[in-house]
């Protein structure tokens, strides 16, 4: 488990929204199409994936995904950022790619 | 003497097709400890000590010689070899696993024999594990979890008694409204919420309330939702007017697919939304026609949840 804000400041990721910083990560989940990660991803899970868009935000916050990281170097639209706020989900930003993002991730939720 | 209370003849048959599905490389230590030759008996305490384990393979390169075990260790102190060579005095004559082998062989040579570890052998006779009772009973704990909560939705989700009035919410959803899409189903959501049904169920509800909203926004010439709240569970059904599935089979297939590349490139036509819908729903139909596809999906609640929402 790794606190939101905690995971943003040690791997040094932008944070786009972050309406509760004390959410809990539990496991992750990486992934591009939606409707599978609305099917495998798992609660309290952040979800990493290159679809900056706000449709994401509904997935995560309809299966319990607690935050949302865009890699690759890509930017959330205005809409995004309103609807995750809205919803209590948070959404980093990082250049890293989806498959060192995830073992980052990976590692820092698995170490603490 | 370790052994793990499961036999592989008269377990219940859950337990039978688990230990025979799980392979042997699915519970193993993958992080070994190990020596080379030449490695004094008395390197192998301490590094037992440090590590605090109980065996240590002793390998050339990839290739598996013997294991120094305590008991190894206990006779070379009591023998006054403790600072000769492993290779004198490790345990030569093993029993091996093999890696692709079902984790029933690794419980029944547990019982067989006196071992508390056996290392495990890909196909090449490379060292690529090693097993131990403990890692056979962490894993089986956490699948038989895994099974128990399947079991527990199963029975208690079938039981059906007949009910009261019902209330309907209806949501039209246009074409490739792709702002709005979401809707519906937070509002499903958040209506199971308020009647205290589980997580689980809601999630199940959410997954396909999302997914049948999702279809009409990306498939269909536009239509509607409805979810209908029984005491006992919600009806879910999409209603759209066109033009209809050509192959409802081919749709039902996960990874099919029809949606063009721009839709692709928002994260949607995976091909899996027919196929999701389908596997968290209790009752799944779907027809469809040039002028309309109606699918319907009903997500029941447990025991537990119709108590609850019958309280209010």
Same mark, same amino acid.
Not at chain 2, 1 to 12: D, L
Not at chain 2, 155 to 174: E, H, M, P, Y
């Given at each position: 488990?790794?606190?939101?804000?905690?995971?943003?400041?040690?791997?040094?990721?932008?944070?786009?929204?972050?309406?509760?910083?004390?959410?809990?990560?539990?496991?992750?989940?990486?992934?591009?199409?939606?409707?599978?990660?609305?099917?495998?991803?798992?609660?309290?899970?952040?979800?990493?994936?290159?679809?900056?868009? $706000?449709?994401?935000?509904?997935?995560?916050?309809?299966?319990?995904?607690?935050?949302?990281?865009?890699?690759?170097?890509?930017?959330?639209?205005?809409?995004?950022?309103?609807?995750?706020?809205?919803?209590?989900?948070?959404?980093?930003?990082?250049?890293?790619?989806?498959?060192?993002?995830?073992?980052?991730?990976?590692?820092?939720?698995?170490?603490? | 003497?370790?052994?793990?209370?499961?036999?592989?003849?008269?377990?219940?048959?859950?337990?039978?097709?688990?230990?025979?599905?799980?392979?042997?490389?699915?519970?193993?230590?993958?992080?070994?400890?190990?020596?080379?030759?030449?490695?004094?008996?008395?390197?192998?305490?301490?590094?037992?000590?440090?590590?605090?384990?109980?065996?240590?393979?002793?390998?050339?390169?990839?290739?598996?010689?013997?294991?120094?075990?305590?008991?190894?260790?206990?006779?070379?102190?009591?023998?006054?070899?403790?600072?000769?060579?492993?290779?004198?005095?490790?345990?030569?004559?093993?029993?091996?696993?093999?890696?692709?082998?079902?984790?029933?062989?690794?419980?029944?040579?547990?019982?067989?024999?006196?071992?508390?570890?056996?290392?495990?052998?890909? $196909?090449? $006779?490379?060292?690529?594990?090693?097993?131990?009772?403990?890692?056979?009973?962490?894993?089986?704990?956490?699948?038989?979890?895994?099974?128990?909560?399947?079991?527990?939705?199963?029975?208690?989700?079938?039981?059906?008694?007949?009910?009261?009035?019902?209330?309907?919410?209806?949501?039209?959803?246009?074409?490739?409204?792709?702002?709005?899409?979401?809707?519906?189903?937070?509002?499903?959501?958040?209506?199971?919420?308020?009647?205290?049904?589980?997580?689980?169920?809601?999630?199940?509800?959410?997954?396909?309330?999302?997914?049948?909203?999702?279809?009409?926004?990306?498939?269909?010439?536009?239509?509607?939702?409805?979810?209908?709240?029984?005491?006992?569970?919600?009806?879910?059904?999409?209603?759209?007017?066109?033009?209809?599935?050509?192959?409802?089979?081919?749709?039902?297939?996960?990874?099919?697919?029809?949606?063009?590349?721009?839709?692709?490139?928002?994260?949607?036509?995976?091909?899996?939304?027919?196929?999701?819908?389908?596997?968290?729903?209790?009752?799944?139909?779907?027809?469809?026609?040039?002028?309309?596809?109606?699918?319907?999906?009903?997500?029941?609640?447990?025991?537990?949840?119709?108590?609850?929402?019958?309280?209010?």
């Amino acid at each position: 488990m790794v606190q939101i804000n905690e995971l943003a400041s040690k791997l040094g990721y932008e944070v786009h929204a972050m309406a509760n910083p004390a959410i809990q990560i539990a496991h992750g989940y990486t992934g591009d199409l939606l409707s599978d990660v609305m099917g495998n991803a798992s609660e309290d899970s952040v979800l990493i994936t290159i679809q900056a868009h $706000k449709n994401t935000v509904a997935v995560a916050s309809l299966i319990g995904i607690r935050a949302i990281v865009l890699c690759n170097g890509r930017t959330p639209t205005e809409d995004m950022i309103q609807a995750a706020n809205q919803e209590s989900v948070a959404i980093l930003g990082t250049d890293d790619t989806q498959f060192t993002a995830s073992w980052r991730i990976a590692h820092l939720i698995g170490a603490s | 003497m370790q052994t793990i209370p499961i036999n592989t003849y008269n377990s219940p048959t859950v337990i039978l097709e688990l230990i025979y599905r799980l392979k042997v490389k699915d519970v193993m230590t993958r992080k070994l400890v190990s020596v080379p030759l030449g490695t004094t008996m008395r390197a192998v305490q301490h590094l037992m000590r440090e590590k605090s384990i109980t065996g240590v393979p002793v390998v050339s390169g990839t290739r598996l010689l013997g294991i120094v075990s305590m008991d190894d260790i206990i006779q070379a102190l009591d023998f006054g070899h403790i600072e000769e060579s492993v290779e004198l005095h490790m345990t030569k004559n093993l029993i091996v696993l093999e890696d692709d082998m079902p984790v029933s062989f690794a419980i029944s040579y547990f019982d067989r024999y006196r071992f508390h570890r056996f290392p495990v052998l890909n $196909k090449d $006779k490379e060292l690529v594990g090693i097993v131990t009772t403990r890692d056979i009973s962490t894993r089986l704990l956490w699948e038989i979890n895994h099974e128990v909560e399947n079991l527990e939705r199963m029975n208690l989700s079938t039981k059906v008694t007949d009910g009261l009035a019902r209330d309907v919410q209806s949501f039209s959803i246009l074409k490739h409204d792709f702002e709005n899409a979401g809707f519906a189903s937070t509002e499903i959501k958040k209506k199971l919420k308020q009647r205290d049904v589980f997580p689980r169920t809601i999630r199940r509800a959410a997954i396909a309330s999302y997914e049948l909203e999702m279809n009409i926004v990306v498939h269909s010439n536009g239509g509607r939702i409805t979810a209908e709240y029984g005491p006992e569970e919600v009806v879910i059904t999409s209603e759209d007017t066109g033009p209809g599935i050509t192959d409802i089979d081919k749709a039902m297939e996960e990874g099919y697919s029809t949606a063009n590349e721009w839709i692709r490139s928002l994260g949607f036509g995976a091909g899996m939304g027919l196929p999701n819908i389908r596997s968290v729903s209790d009752e799944f139909s779907i027809t469809s026609t040039p002028q309309g596809t109606v699918v319907t999906s009903i997500i029941r609640f447990s025991e537990l949840e119709r108590k609850r929402s019958a309280k209010e």
